[in-house]
C-alpha cells in the first residue's frame, strides 16, 4: 500500500470559480524523497493542505475523488488525527517556533509534553532528534538565537519527533541562504535514506533536487504536467519554468552550435563538467 493515494482529486477553495487541483491523481510509496514544482498558482500549496488535511477540514470548498494518506481517508479523518502521522512545515520557521519555551530541548519537546509521552521517552525522543538534525550542540540557545537555516532545522525537528510518517514541507527555504538551504537538503537526504519518513517538498532549489531528490511532480493549473526522475524532469523542454543554471547554460551553448546537438543536458554541475568537457 502507498502511503499517499489521491485519485481524480478535484478541489475548490469556497467562493472561486477556477479548482486549485483537477483530477490530480499521485502514487507515493514509503521511503520516497518526491518534490513538487511548479509557477505561482499551480497548486502547490493546496496539495500540502491536502495531504495534510488542511483541505478540506480547515480551507472547506468543494472535494471530489479519494485522498488515502498515511492510513487515513482524509476527507473523513480530522485534523488532530491526521497532524499525529503528517508533519507540515512552512516557508518561515520564525512563525512555526512556539514561542513557549526558552530552549531548543524544550522546543523540540514540546509537542510530545502536549501529548503526554511519558518524560523519560520524551527526553529519549528529543535528544535522539536534536542529534539527528544537528542540534544538539545547540539545545540549550534560545530558539530565536538561531540561523535562520537551523530555525528550520529546529521546526523540522520539532514536527519529526512526533514520527509522522510523512513529512510536508512547503517551500521550506525559500526564506534561506544558500548555506541554509543546503542544510536542509542534505538533513531531508538523511532522512529518508534512513527510512525515517517519507518526504513531499515542495522547492524552487532545482539543483538541490536534481543532487538529492527520488521523484519531480511539476503541477501546472492545478494539474500534473510530468512526474518522474529528477533528471529526465529537469532537463525537460516543456519545464513550464526555467531549468537548473547548469542545463540552461549547456541549452545556450547546444544553440550556439559549441556543444553536441544529441545528448541528455546536464541538471547538476557534476554533469555539467562531464557534458562540457565533451563538447
Ligand atoms: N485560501 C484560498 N482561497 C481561495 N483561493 C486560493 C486560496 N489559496 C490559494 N488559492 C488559489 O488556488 C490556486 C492554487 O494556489 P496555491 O496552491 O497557493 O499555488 P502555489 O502554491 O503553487 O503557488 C491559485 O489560483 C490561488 O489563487
Ligand atoms: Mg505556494
Redesign the pocket.
Known amino acids: 500500500m502507498n502511503l499517499v493515494e489521491l485519485h481524480n482529486i478535484t478541489y475548490s477553495?469556497?467562493?472561486?470559480a477556477?479548482p486549485?487541483l483537477r483530477d490530480l491523481s499521485l502514487a507515493i510509496p514509503q521511503g520516497q524523497f518526491c518534490t513538487v514544482v511548479?509557477?505561482?498558482?499551480?497548486?502547490?500549496?493546496?496539495?500540502c493542505y491536502l495531504l495534510a488535511g488542511f483541505v478540506p477540514h480547515f480551507?472547506h470548498g468543494e472535494l471530489t475523488g479519494t485522498a488515502q494518506v498515511a492510513g487515513h481517508d482524509v476527507a473523513q479523518t480530522p485534523l488532530a488525527e491526521m497532524a499525529a502521522d503528517v508533519g507540515l512545515v512552512f516557508a518561515n520557521p520564525f512563525n512555526q517556533i512556539t514561542g513557549a519555551r526558552f530552549s531548543v530541548r524544550e522546543e523540540v519537546a514540546f509537542g510530545l509534553e502536549n501529548m503526554g509521552i511519558p518524560r523519560a521517552e520524551m527526553l529519549a525522543r528529543t535528544e535522539e532528534m536534536l542529534a539527528l538534525t544537528g542540534l544538539s550542540d545547540l539545545a540549550e540557545r534560545s530558539p530565536y538565537a538561531l540561523s535562520g537555516g537551523q530555525q528550520q532545522r529546529l521546526a523540522i525537528a520539532s514536527v519529526l519527533v512526533m514520527r509522522p510518517r510523512l513529512l510536508v514541507l512547503?517551500e521550506p527555504t525559500s526564506q534561506l541562504d544558500p548555506a541554509g538551504t543546503q542544510e536542509i537538503f542534505a538533513l531531508l537526504a538523511k532522512l529518508v535514506r534512513r527510512g525515517e519518513t517519507a518526504v513531499v517538498l515542495?522547492s524552487h532549489e532545482l539543483e538541490w533536487i536534481g543532487q538529492h531528490a527520488d521523484r519531480v511532480v511539476v503541477?501546472d493549473d492545478?494539474r500534473i504536467l510530468a512526474d518522474g526522475p529528477p533528471r529526465a524532469i529537469l532537463a525537460s523542454e516543456m519545464l513550464p519554468i526555467p531549468g537548473t543554471r547548469y542545463t540552461q547554460a549547456a541549452r545556450r551553448a547546444r544553440a550556439e552550435g559549441l556543444a553536441p546537438a544529441q545528448g541528455e543536458l546536464p541538471v547538476t554541475l557534476r554533469e555539467a563538467v562531464a557534458f562540457f568537457r565533451q563538447a
Open positions: 477553495y469556497p467562493r472561486t477556477q486549485a511548479g509557477v505561482n498558482g499551480a497548486g502547490k500549496s493546496t496539495l480551507y512547503d515542495v503541477l492545478g
